[in-house]
């Protein structure tokens, strides 16, 4: 089966076609094909993956074929098969199918619905095709196709203004970001002679490339993940990606688009392991970026941007695990990856079965929905457990990995800043569960719990939430040992020691629960402010650090004003002196075609007066120089 790992993404891109074709015609019958292409893409990955997992390292599967020459060196396409990213497969496809059978409810009665469904497609399709390349341009192609697919999809409702901005915002800070991965490509052919995964790590085991150059690719290279996985300063975007769709949110903030960056840095893990440097850039902007999007889902009111946020600060997570340099950072953060994808996407779904129930995303305008929907508030009190790392959850494993995984690479401050997010995680998680399905009910009496098409999806994921984790546990690490045994650089007698000191699980519990805590003393039990707390370093948290405000004034408006004066320059000056050309010409025609009239007398009487002037030339010039 794994020679036929192409057909995973094939059926999503189908499913594109055919939609394109006929899916004004089938209206919300779109939504079958949908589903059904993804069902498809997800037993084959399935049956890949469970191949890769039974063969280990053996009958390693690269298919490529010769696409064009450059510069004297043959450039493949094609696809493989790893342990990595079999595991990518599966999570892309499964999340993938949830939200398309979770839309055929949360969309019902669009008019646009079969659009949104091949835009799904078609991203499906991006994505997985960033998951299978051989090669770093290859995924190049299907990362900026996974970009327009996002950019299509937060503008999904592009007659709401907001919603505008925001695709334009998504696109563009992400273009940041993929110019220094475009760079990072072009140095990598440069330097390495090769854009396949294969030979650029062999060029760095073999110490052929300076290391200068391997930690200058590095960082390039993380720039365009910084971008893609909304990693600070690039994660502005993000948040205000909230304007589409709620399922478009699970999708993406889930396991795919933000995902696309974190893989990206495991898949090149080699490169990173050859340069302190680069893995120091990845852990301290991860582990910033943790903590900081963790300060500002503290006070947020939106309960798609609480999300939102707390997706930021969980990429950050896995970058700061990743940034370990070590089998176990490998290991815990492509572990959280998968654990995030199923938890997270169960956030997603419940916030938008409360927003279908309730119209309002203000979660201070929420209250009560317990007894109103008992099956979402069960599975989003499990995504948040989930979360907050709470045993036996799905979290508790894996963040209790990265802590321990940073603390053996040395960096105790960031393993002090990944305890204080876990601890500000669990408290924003349980504030917004509090507030949304605890106290009396402000839904004025009509909420009610969504379709069994909503509902199964959300099932299903939090049963993953719950259970996911024990692939991975510290007396039974199936995952960590799978994911490291073809991997070049662990290739080492006696791989790490699973598991760590007691007292870091016993921490990470403690705290976790601390923050649970103190959201039920302060919004449990309503003893805060409707409100919430006030102050200056509420505000501040509140308003996101004026990040935006910061950016629009050091960047945007110069940008702006250097803009409209080249507009002017364009206008005036350039195409100013075109006009003066043209005038002149027109002149000159006019003119000619005044001369030019068929009047024998004009005639003659241009030929007299030009026969006076050269006879007037011809004396003064007799006469001069005589």
């Not at 006879?615 to 001069?624: E, N, V």
Request: with cysteine; hydrophobic share 55%; glycine share 10%.
């Amino acid at each position: 089966m794994l020679a036929n790992a192409w057909l995973v993404p094939l059926f999503p891109l189908l499913a594109f076609v055919l939609l394109l074709a006929f899916g004004r015609q089938m209206k919300e019958a779109s939504a079958y094909v949908g589903i059904a292409a993804t069902l498809a893409s997800f037993i084959v990955a399935l049956l890949v993956f469970f191949e890769r997992f039974a063969k280990g390292a053996e009958d390693y599967i690269n298919i490529d074929f010769h696409w064009l020459t450059l510069a004297g060196h043959k450039i493949m396409m094609g696809y493989e098969v790893t342990q990595l990213n079999a595991m990518m497969l599966v999570i892309v496809t499964f999340v993938s199918m949830l939200v398309n059978i979770y839309s055929k409810g949360y969309m019902h009665g669009d008019e646009r619905f079969s659009v949104f469904y091949q835009y799904l497609a078609l991203f499906t399709f991006s994505m997985l095709g960033v998951v299978l390349s051989p090669n770093i341009l290859q995924l190049y192609i299907f990362w900026e196709l996974v970009g327009v697919c996002s950019f299509l999809l937060v503008g999904f409702y592009y007659f709401k203004p907001e919603a505008k901005a925001a695709a334009k915002k998504a696109f563009i800070v992400t273009r940041i970001g993929d110019v220094g991965l475009f760079i990072g490509i072009a140095l990598i052919f440069w330097w390495f002679r090769s854009f396949n995964y294969s030979d650029i790590f062999n060029a760095v085991h073999s110490g052929t490339v300076e290391g200068w150059k391997i930690t200058l690719v590095g960082i390039l290279v993380f720039i365009g993940a910084v971008g893609k996985s909304g990693q600070f300063p690039l994660h502005t975007w993000l948040p205000d990606a909230m304007e589409g769709p709620t399922p478009v949110s699970a999708l993406i903030h889930a396991a795919t688009m933000v995902a696309a960056g974190v893989y990206l840095v495991a898949r090149m893990y080699d490169l990173y392991l050859a340069s302190p440097v680069a893995t120091d850039v990845v852990a301290y902007v991860g582990g910033f970026t943790a903590i900081f999007a963790a300060s500002i889902g503290l006070t947020q009111r939106d309960i798609k941007r609480v999300l939102a946020y707390s997706t930021v600060s969980q990429l950050g997570y896995m970058m700061l695990a990743l940034g370990a340099a070590s089998a176990a950072g490998y290991v815990a953060g492509t572990f959280h990856l998968m654990t995030h994808a199923f938890f997270k996407a169960l956030l997603f779904l419940g916030a938008g079965s409360v927003i279908h129930a309730v119209h309002t995303q203000d979660i201070f305008e929420m209250g009560g929905l317990w007894k109103k929907m008992r099956i979402t508030g069960a599975v989003f009190l499990i995504g948040c457990l989930a979360i907050a790392g709470i045993f036996p959850f799905a979290g508790f494993w894996s963040k209790e990995e990265i802590l321990t995984a940073t603390l053996a690479s040395g960096r105790y401050d960031l393993f002090a800043a990944g305890v204080i997010a876990a601890f500000f995680t669990a408290f924003y998680m349980f504030r917004l569960f509090f507030l949304t399905f605890t106290g009396e009910d402000k839904s004025g009496g009509h909420a009610h719990e969504s379709p069994g098409v909503m509902t199964f999806p959300m099932i299903l994921l939090a049963i993953l939430a719950v259970v996911a984790g024990f692939i991975n546990t510290p007396w039974a690490p199936v995952l960590g040992s799978w994911l490291t045994n073809d991997f070049t650089a662990f290739h080492v007698e006696g791989h790490e020691e699973h598991g760590g000191p007691i007292w870091v699980t016993i921490l990470a519990l403690a705290v976790s629960l601390a923050g649970i805590f103190l959201a039920w003393t302060m919004y449990g039990k309503r003893s805060a402010s409707s409100q919430g707390i006030g102050g200056p370093l509420y505000r501040l948290s509140f308003n996101k650090y004026y990040i935006d405000e910061i950016y629009d004034t050091v960047f945007v408006r110069p940008l702006a004003a250097i803009g409209k004066f080249l507009n002017l320059v364009d206008i005036y000056i350039i195409d100013g002196l075109v006009r003066v050309v043209a005038a002149f010409t027109r002149g000159v025609g006019k003119t000619g075609s005044r001369v030019q009239n068929g009047q024998v007398q004009t005639y003659g009487a241009v030929a007299f007066v030009g026969l006076v002037l050269l006879i007037a030339g011809l004396t003064f010039a007799g006469g001069y120089f005589g």
